[in-house]
């Protein structure tokens, strides 16, 4: 439908979930009867889970996709230095920087985009070189040419991003190997 100042309502109804919260470890005794002491030194081990929320925006000034993540433990956003905790030391402050997010004006880690296209670049060239080696020994007329899809570069975007920040996990559900 349309509302009042003309717009078209293309989620009529919608309303937001809620921020997914880690849920606590269940611990299941499958014997009522067991005295077993339960090691304090187990439980200091356990580290609790933080999720990132990931942002995909377009960078004007580098025509470029530039990322945002903004993390959260046990459903509260983390600090600046806990999220850089999460940060390869060697990208801190160099190609890593805490920025306030252009629309939410939340602070998250914020990926620099002066290289992406070099580093895109430098991946798909590798995944040619990666064919070419494998195809050694073919004759020319058999080889199978590079052709990278499109619908992959999201993908292949999303396993650089990994590198910079090593500990977030991303379900991809896309095995590819850079």
């Given at each position: ?18 921020k997914v919260?880690a849920v ?10 067991d ?12 580290r ?10 377009w ?18 956003a983390?600090s600046k ?6 940060v390869y030391a ?12 252009p ?6 880690i ?6 992406h296209?070099?580093t895109?670049?430098?991946?798909l060239?590798h995944q040619?070189?990666r ?21 992959m570069a ?6 650089f991003?990994s590198s910079v ?7 991809l559900?896309?095995d590819?190997e850079?």
């Amino acid at each position: 439908g349309i509302n009042a100042e003309d717009w078209v309502a293309t989620h009529p109804g919608y309303k937001p979930k809620p921020k997914v919260q880690a849920v606590e470890k269940k611990e299941i005794n499958w014997d009522d009867d067991d005295d077993e002491v339960v090691n304090e030194d187990d439980k200091a081990q356990t580290r609790p889970c933080r999720l990132y929320d990931v942002y995909v925006v377009w960078d004007k000034y580098y025509q470029t996709p530039r990322v945002f993540l903004q993390g959260y433990e046990n459903g509260k956003a983390l600090s600046k230095e806990e999220m850089m905790m999460d940060v390869y030391a060697a990208n801190r402050e160099k190609t890593v920087s805490i920025d306030p997010h252009p629309y939410l004006d939340a602070p998250c880690i914020s990926i620099h985009p002066c290289r992406h296209a070099e580093t895109m670049r430098a991946i798909l060239e590798h995944q040619r070189e990666r064919l070419e080696n494998a195809q050694d020994g073919i004759p020319d007329n058999q080889k199978v040419p590079f052709i990278f899809p499109t619908y992959m570069a999201l993908f292949a975007f999303l396993k650089f991003i990994s590198s910079v920040v090593p500990t977030i996990q991303y379900d991809l559900a896309v095995d590819m190997e850079l």
